[in-house]
T-cell receptor, first 115, second 112 residues
Framework: GAVVSQHPSWVICKSGTSVKIECRSL??????MFWYRQFPKQSLMLMAT?????????EQGVEKDKFLINHASLTLSTLTVTSAHPEDSSFYIC???????????FGEGSWLTVV | GESVGLHLPTLSVQEGDNSIINCAYS??????FIWYKQESGKGPQFIID?????DKRQGQRVTVLLNKTVKHLSLQIAATQPGDSAVYFC???????????FGKGTRLSVIA
């Protein structure tokens, strides 16, 4: 069954508003979670590494002030897209590693459309 | 080793034929490799994995081959079915809490 859950699955927001996407590990503790973005017909691009209790590590070219990541507990990481613009419309996917990092689970993904 | 901005190549096969999807990975230090299947609008779905101490691993209808010398992975799907139509990504990984790095992806289209 699904061990990583994302919410919402679909969201439409107005340009300039902020949107929060949640990623939860359902039956394991995830000290590290990863956020990916996928544009149509492209591969998954790593945005940032979310570490429980510390600041996220962002990939080059990803604006940390625009994509706020909070990993406040061992089962929840949130990605907030601030002041969203139409070009932020994408499929956002999180993944989490269990203890030891040997098993990787993906969320179902969240479609964001900014109008 | 991240894919950027290229449209996905497409592999078209007849139903019942075997499919071979290839992937070149970038990091010689990667020690774990995974093939994912992604259907439209959904997250990646695990298919099969292989560790760097192996060169072949078989699953149900799928086989993954690893050639570390040339940093190449392949996914073989036997008796391809319409339900196999999807985009397939290889991903490489180093042990520990490091992120998966995805390859460019290949769209498999099965012709009935």
């Amino acid at each position: 069954g699904a061990v990583v859950s994302q919410h919402p699955s679909w969201v439409i927001c107005k340009s300039g508003t902020s949107v929060k996407i949640e990623c939860r590990s359902l039956d394991f503790q995830a000290t590290t979670m990863f956020w990916y973005r996928q544009f149509p017909k492209q591969s998954l691009m790593l945005m940032a590494t979310s570490n429980e209790g510390s600041k996220a590590t962002y990939e080059q070219g990803v604006e940390k002030d625009k994509f706020l990541i909070n990993h406040a507990s061992l089962t929840l990481s949130t990605l907030t897209v601030t002041s969203a613009h139409p070009e932020d419309s994408s499929f956002y996917i999180c993944s989490a590693s269990g203890t030891g990092g040997s098993t990787i689970y993906f969320g179902e993904g969240s479609w964001l459309t900014v109008v | 080793g991240e894919s950027v901005g290229l449209h996905l190549p497409t592999l078209s096969v007849q139903e019942g034929d075997n499919s071979i999807i290839n992937c070149a990975y970038s990091n010689s230090a990667s020690d774990y490799f995974i093939w994912y299947k992604q259907e439209s609008g959904k997250g990646p779905q695990f298919i099969i994995d292989i560790r760097s101490n192996m060169d072949k691993r078989q699953g149900q209808r799928v086989t993954v081959l690893l050639n570390k010398t040339v940093k190449h992975l392949s996914l073989q799907i036997a008796a391809t079915q319409p339900g196999d139509s999807a985009v397939y990504f290889c991903a490489e990984f180093s042990s520990g809490n490091t992120p998966l790095v995805f390859g460019k992806g290949t769209r498999l289209s099965v012709i009935a």
